[in-house]
């Protein structure tokens, strides 16, 4: 399918203005890989396919409905099958990333270097290149890991939580929000200790063996017919798409698990009424794979003394793209500043977004400008809302 109804909508043709950067030329190239009339190691054929962000945009306007993101996670397989040769700095980065998905000991002994590295600011002292990158771009993100407990035995519990792989980096404070949040529901949750990352990152990097091993031990680690709660829609995304069918169909977002909580909720409202503006950012994955912009939407339109400021102009992808915010940056950063003038046009108190990566490239352009908005995932957000924290 070569029409191009989806070129409009695709981040990078819009950047670069090159057929090869667009759905349309990709779909061509992965063809012509495939088939094996063009070569894997050709670097101009390799920056095509890895520069593509993964937004699928494409895919969700697309009147035949073609996989693009499966198309594509099939063809970096085949690149990856086909190595080139990265620097030997990469090649570490790349190594260390492989282990510490999978082994959250690596992970915490990487969030506390990147805590002590930011803190010295040892960035300034490394050569330009991925690695400065990276300790930069996440200063602005990085919280001390935190110790959940569950709020239930397995036995009693009404749901499941997903904690992703970000946790000993960002995401443990709203992990703790989610905890609070649904214990103020009246929800009972457990934390499988046996859960590993989605997989995402080594998915669509073509490392298709070890997110399929990811995908096992998640499968594993979540038994039963209980909902599982994922804070972040990246994670979701992964989560819905698992070819098991149990766990993908249990797997939903904190909003949407909320929404059909309140429903039921018959008590007096939990939720603090003060006037607060929010610029809501509805990220790719919950946009084109998840589908749940409308809920999260509807859910804290709905919430007292909230008013969803109006976001015009946004671009359909911020930048951020997995790992592209730190081997794209001239890319992403555009993307990332023309996104948070969107946001933050109406002049909203705060920014919300469901999605990890999407937060950390958005607070670190914003701290560049030296004027933003807090941006809070849902989880924090919402249980800073809660009347009895308020009352506090």
């Not at 699928?56 to 198309?71: H, K, Q, T």
């Not at 040769?85 to 000991?105: F, G, V, Y």
């Not at 698990?257 to 990220?283: C, I, M, Y």
Request: a positive charge; glycine letters at 8%.
């Amino acid at each position: 399918m070569h029409c191009g109804l989806c070129l409009p909508h695709c981040p990078t043709y819009a950047w670069h203005q090159v057929e090869g950067d667009s759905p349309r030329g990709r779909l061509t190239l992965m063809q012509g890989l495939a088939q094996g009339r063009l070569e894997p190691e050709s670097e101009r054929l390799r920056s095509h396919l890895e520069g593509c962000l993964g937004c699928r945009s494409c895919e969700a306007v697309c009147p035949a409905r073609v996989p693009f993101g499966a198309l594509m996670d099939r063809a970096r397989e085949i690149l990856d099958e086909h190595p080139a040769r990265p620097s030997r700095a990469r090649r570490w980065r790349q190594t260390l990333q492989h282990q510490a998905l999978q082994h959250p000991t690596l992970r915490r002994l990487g969030g506390l270097a990147a805590r002590s590295g930011a803190y010295l600011h040892m960035d300034r002292l490394l050569p330009a290149g991925d690695w400065r990158r990276s300790l930069a771009h996440t200063r602005d993100s990085l919280t001390k890991t935190s110790r959940l407990r569950a709020t239930a035995d397995i036995e009693t519990a009404d749901a499941l939580l997903f904690t992703g792989c970000m946790d000993r980096f960002f995401t443990g404070p709203d992990l703790e929000a989610a905890l609070e949040l649904l214990a103020a529901l009246g929800v009972r949750v457990v934390i499988p200790k046996a859960q590993v990352c989605c997989g995402a990152l080594d998915q669509h990097v073509g490392h298709g063996v070890a997110a399929q091993t990811l995908r096992a031990k998640n499968i594993e680690a979540f038994p039963g017919n209980l909902p599982v709660i994922a804070l972040d829609s990246g994670c979701e995304a992964t989560l819905r798409e698992y070819p098991d069918g149990t766990l993908a169909a249990r797997s939903m977002s904190l909003t949407r698990f909320l929404a059909e909580q309140l429903k039921a909720h018959n008590g007096a409202s939990p939720w603090d009424d003060a006037p607060t503006r929010v610029a809501l950012h509805l990220p790719c994955t919950q946009r084109n794979v998840t589908r749940e912009a409308q809920a999260l939407t509807a859910l804290l339109g709905a919430l007292p003394g909230i008013t969803l400021t109006s976001v015009n102009d946004t671009p359909n992808c911020c930048g951020a793209g997995g790992t592209a915010m730190l081997t794209q940056p001239t890319m992403a950063d555009g993307l990332g500043h023309q996104t948070l003038e969107a946001l933050t046009g109406d002049h909203p108190d705060v920014i919300v977004s469901p999605n990890v990566g999407c937060s950390v490239h958005l607070r670190a352009l914003a701290a560049d400008r030296g004027t933003a908005p807090p941006i809070l995932s849902p989880a924090r957000f919402l249980a800073g809302r809660l009347k009895a924290r308020a009352e506090h």
